[in-house]
């Protein structure tokens, strides 16, 4: 799991409440990540950012918003408007030879 | 949108023998990467393949690229028990700094 850390690692929602994850390296890279992945499936982009302050939409960022503020921190929000937000969720980060490195992600479900 | 696409979904051995694993995509790409993802767990990178790259070994692991059949492989040797986990591949574009994911490999090694 290297220097990235994700909390909480199990997180429920009620409907209609919003939710932020929290994604936190010490790896000093730029770069940083969040995926959806719903059971036997592969890794799906929410939002990325390349540098602080700038984020980009992923290919399912509908529902979901991020902020950038620091080197550091990547959280990401799930809104009441993410009709089906029941999945696992990982953020990684990433040094400038290309490799990503993943925290142990945050399980969250809706009641 | 889904770039990878591996071969086989599942695949079943006994200690001891190889493992092979295919990864096709459809679009140009700058690398191919490997991961390993144990259940419930975030993911490890395994290896990278640059495009101009046509083979490359780690330990018991060894990745070849044919990019005019826009396919890759993985193959480890001498497989373990601690080797069960799922394998993705994930494509990095030519410009940018996204992956897109397969959606993996489910690898299970017999004692």
């Known amino acids: 799991d290297g220097g990235i850390t994700q909390s909480p690692k199990y997180l429920f929602r009620k409907e209609g409440q919003n939710v932020t994850l929290s994604c936190e390296q010490n790896?000093?890279?730029?770069?940083m990540y969040w995926y959806r992945q719903d059971p036997g499936q592969g890794l799906r982009l929410i939002y990325y950012?390349?540098?602080?302050?700038?984020?980009q939409k992923g290919d399912i960022a509908e529902g979901y918003s991020v902020s950038r503020e620091k080197k550091e921190s990547f959280p990401l929000t799930v809104t009441s408007a993410q009709k089906n937000p029941t999945a696992f969720y990982l953020c990684?980060?990433?040094?400038?030879?290309?490799?990503?490195?993943f925290g142990p992600g945050t399980r969250l479900t809706v009641l | 949108s889904q770039q990878g696409e591996e071969d086989p979904q599942a695949l079943s051995i006994q200690e001891g023998e190889n493992a092979t694993m295919n990864c096709s995509y459809k679009t140009s790409i700058n690398n191919l990467q490997w991961y390993r993802q144990n259940s419930g767990r975030g993911l490890v990178h395994l290896i990278l393949?640059?495009?101009?790259?046509r083979e490359k070994h780690s330990g018991r692991l060894r990745v070849t690229l044919d990019t005019s059949k826009k396919s890759s492989s993985l193959l480890i040797t001498a497989s373990r028990a601690a080797d069960t986990a799922s394998y993705f591949c994930?494509?990095?574009?030519?410009?940018?700094?996204?992956?897109?994911f397969g959606e993996g490999t489910q690898l299970t090694v017999n004692p």
């Open positions: 994930a494509t990095g574009e030519t410009s940018g700094s996204r992956l897109t």
């Open positions: 393949i640059r495009s101009n790259e």
């Open positions: 950012s390349q540098i602080v302050n700038d984020f």
């Open positions: 790896l000093n890279h730029d770069a």
């Open positions: 990684a980060s990433r040094p400038d030879w290309g490799g990503q490195f």
